[in-house]
């Protein structure tokens, strides 16, 4: 069955970096797009950033672009995220995700299928 496992995350201090990875099993990678959602306690799912597969073009939300980068390595089936400038704004649980859909890329949560269990990033003040 298909496996999404992030891994990475952690307490850091503001302006810190951490790097989550994602390992994705039993899909055929090169045909998902792969994507990074998180969730603050209390609110919605927040849309991070997506990587295409089918010519690794990429997508930042606002709130990240130009601190978080993602990268995907189709030899070991991993989706990374890159996360520097942390702010104790980004404290969420993060999820990767995998979509079919596209192209053109679209990022939206209903379109990805398979979804990690999540790993916890604080990042204190």
């Known amino acids: 069955q298909v496996q999404l496992v992030e891994s990475g995350g952690g307490l850091v201090q503001a302006g810190g970096s951490l790097r989550l990875s994602c390992a994705a099993s039993?899909?055929?990678?090169?045909?998902?797009?792969m994507g990074w959602f998180r969730q603050a306690p209390g609110k919605e799912h927040e849309r991070v950033s997506c990587v295409s597969f089918y010519d690794d073009s990429t997508y930042y939300e606002d709130s990240v672009k130009g601190r978080f980068t993602i990268s995907r390595d189709s030899a070991k089936t991993t989706v990374y995220l890159q996360m520097n400038s942390l702010k104790p704004e980004d404290t969420a649980i993060y999820y990767c995700a995998a979509s079919t859909v596209g192209p053109p890329l679209v990022f939206r949560p209903s379109l990805f299928g398979y979804w990690g269990q999540g790993t916890q990033v604080t990042v204190s003040s």
């Open positions: 039993g899909l055929t990678f090169s045909h998902y797009n």
